[in-house]
């Protein structure tokens, strides 16, 4: 009977020794459940499927901010507001409320010598101006690379015709290749035709007035200018003349030259007009050919 009772015994601690086994193995692994919860390769999974999850119009925005900043450096173009009076070639407002005290700045028989340092010093001064171009200055790659530098500090090109003679001395036909053939080589140099037209001497006829209306381009002479005078080939007489001339009034269309001596006086009749309260019209305000 001992014997019986020993071996129920020994049998029931085998028994509850295999049931202890069997709850060790099915019971949870606390510690690789937590490494799942933090497992790296999920953390990288989660990370792109976040950015895969980042609105659409992110982009856009980051796109429409970028597009802001090129619109912020670059200058919006003037509101035309001028027009010039082709009876006496002053520049006048469009309509009021719009400055008269003004005056336009123009160069004529660009570029010989003096045009590059000429905008150079007018770009630093912030000063619109017209350059007047004629043909035969253009002769050289030098000469179209100083013509494109001038366009590209923002200065508006015009056309002198190509050889500077007086149109009233020569055939409608050959008025027609000094306009037309000068537009042309101007065009094929910056990229855009002139938008104005001076005639040298002033000398303007019937048919360079058609011309010039075909090829769409404002024509002006001028209200006055010095430089070409003997009295006034120095920069300091240049200077007090072109400020303190009897003709400086409100849409003064002012005339000089690729000149040495206009070169030297420039600065000081920029400072000049200014200091009589004058302000300078940008050419890209003025009205042009339809």
């Known amino acids: 009977m001992k014997k019986i009772t020993t071996g129920i015994s020994?049998?029931?601690?085998?028994?509850?020794?295999?049931a202890c086994n069997n709850e060790s193995v099915d019971e949870p692994d606390t510690e690789t459940a937590g490494n799942e919860e933090v497992d790296p390769s999920n953390?990288?999974?989660?990370?792109?499927?976040?950015?895969?999850?980042?609105?659409?119009?992110?982009?856009?925005?980051?796109?429409?901010?970028?597009?802001?900043?090129?619109?912020?450096?670059?200058?919006?173009?003037?509101?035309?507001s001028y027009q010039v009076n082709q009876n006496n070639w002053a520049v006048e407002p469009i309509e009021e409320g719009i400055d008269e005290k003004v005056v336009l700045l123009t160069i004529d028989d660009a570029p010989?010598?003096?045009?590059?340092?000429?905008?150079?010093?007018?770009?630093?001064?912030?000063?619109?101006?017209?350059?007047?171009?004629n043909g035969h200055f253009l002769a050289?790659?030098?000469?179209?690379?100083?013509?494109?530098?001038?366009?590209?500090?923002?200065?508006?090109?015009?056309?002198?015709t190509f050889n500077h003679p007086n149109l009233q001395d020569i055939s409608g036909e050959e008025q027609r290749q000094q306009l037309v053939d000068l537009n042309d080589l101007i065009e094929s140099i910056i990229g855009e035709r002139p938008q104005f037209f001076r005639a040298p001497f002033g000398a303007n006829t019937d048919e360079s007035l058609a011309i010039a209306e075909e090829e769409n381009m404002v024509v002006m002479n001028w209200s006055y200018g010095y430089d070409w005078e003997k009295d006034y080939q120095d920069a300091t007489n240049l200077a007090d003349i072109m400020v303190n001339t009897e003709f400086l009034r409100d849409g003064a269309n002012l005339l000089m030259h690729d000149r040495t001596w206009t070169n030297e006086a420039l600065p000081d009749i920029v400072s000049g007009l200014r200091e009589r309260g004058y302000s300078f019209v940008d050419p890209d305000a003025i009205k042009k050919v339809d």
């Open 10 to 18: 020994l049998l029931l601690l085998i028994l509850f020794i295999t």
């Open 43 to 80: 953390e990288a999974e989660d990370s792109d499927s976040a950015e895969q999850d980042l609105p659409a119009d992110d982009g856009a925005e980051d796109s429409e901010e970028s597009d802001e900043e090129v619109t912020e450096e670059t200058p919006d173009e003037p509101e035309v």
């Open 112 to 133: 010989d010598g003096q045009a590059l340092e000429m905008a150079q010093t007018l770009k630093s001064l912030e000063v619109p101006a017209i350059f007047f171009v």
């Open 140 to 160: 050289t790659d030098e000469k179209h690379d100083i013509l494109k530098d001038i366009h590209d500090m923002g200065f508006a090109i015009g056309n002198h």
